[in-house]
């Protein structure tokens, strides 16, 4: 009896190792020869530990990809919060916004505002791909896109833009000033649109002016949102320690 209870024991520690070490795989770059752009793009994807191919998993799909892909950010929280259990598990796309070719030509300002063909490659081939070759839910109501600074403008845009394949849009610090006073009119003019909402600032030189009158306007027109301040300012020690919050508020495990 002895031996048996310290044979299980045994056994439970050896599974919580495994448990804590369980990592998620991250591809090499896969490249996509956009039509609608008339340019090519590259993404890479995570994917949980333990996915199997009859598996159903909501996705995040994140722009300025390669930014949160820089040690210590998006992947080690995404492998804690999933081993945790505090998050279900997760695809995440992480787009590159630079040239494949020329990794020192960066598109996003052209990509960022509003960009009918940048929203159109999403829909029509970026998705469609994902789609296609991982095991995702493929339903608006289980998709993400996230962005910080410029890409969080144009997480924003996509809240106008492609409601219809995102139910979900995460913001931090979406910059700047004016184009915030902007997307703040449109959100204003528009009806309420079916998507719930993640949306961060810093209080040190971080639009938190605009930011919280973006935020009073959400509010006001019923959104589901979930609005976080941080004491520093445009920078990843702001926007670091708030990725487990956005992935929480839209990934919650299963009851």
């Avoid at 191919?53 to 892909?69: A, E, F, M, N």
Wanted: charge should be positive.
């Amino acid at each position: 009896m002895h031996k048996l209870l310290l044979f299980i024991i045994f056994v439970a520690e050896v599974s919580c190792l495994d448990i804590a070490k369980a990592k998620g795989n991250l591809s090499e770059n896969i490249r996509i020869e956009s039509k609608i752009l008339n340019y090519p793009l590259q993404y890479r994807v995570y994917t949980p530990a333990g996915m199997k191919q009859s598996d159903k998993l909501p996705t995040i799909y994140v722009t300025d990809g390669q930014w949160y892909l820089d040690p210590g950010k998006m992947l080690s929280v995404l492998d804690r919060e999933i081993t945790n259990g505090t998050i279900a598990p997760v695809i995440a796309v992480f787009v590159d916004n630079r040239n494949p070719d020329n990794l020192e030509q960066n598109r996003r300002n052209e990509q960022f505002f509003c960009n009918e063909k940048y929203v159109d490659f999403y829909k029509k081939e970026l998705l469609p791909t994902i789609d296609a070759s991982y095991p995702t839910a493929n339903t608006r109501e289980s998709r993400v896109i996230q962005g910080v600074s410029f890409g969080g403008l144009n997480a924003a845009c996509f809240g106008l833009m492609a409601h219809e394949v995102f139910a979900g849009i995460s913001m931090h610090s979406p910059a700047n000033s004016k184009y915030l006073k902007d997307m703040r009119a449109r959100y204003q003019k528009a009806e309420k649109l079916p998507i719930k909402i993640f949306l961060s600032f810093g209080k040190k030189r971080d639009n938190s002016v605009e930011g919280r009158k973006f935020r009073d306007l959400l509010i006001s027109k019923g959104y589901q949102l979930d609005f976080k301040e941080s004491k520093f300012g445009h920078e990843w020690k702001n926007w670091r320690p708030l990725l487990d919050d956005s992935l929480q508020w839209f990934f919650p495990p299963s009851p």
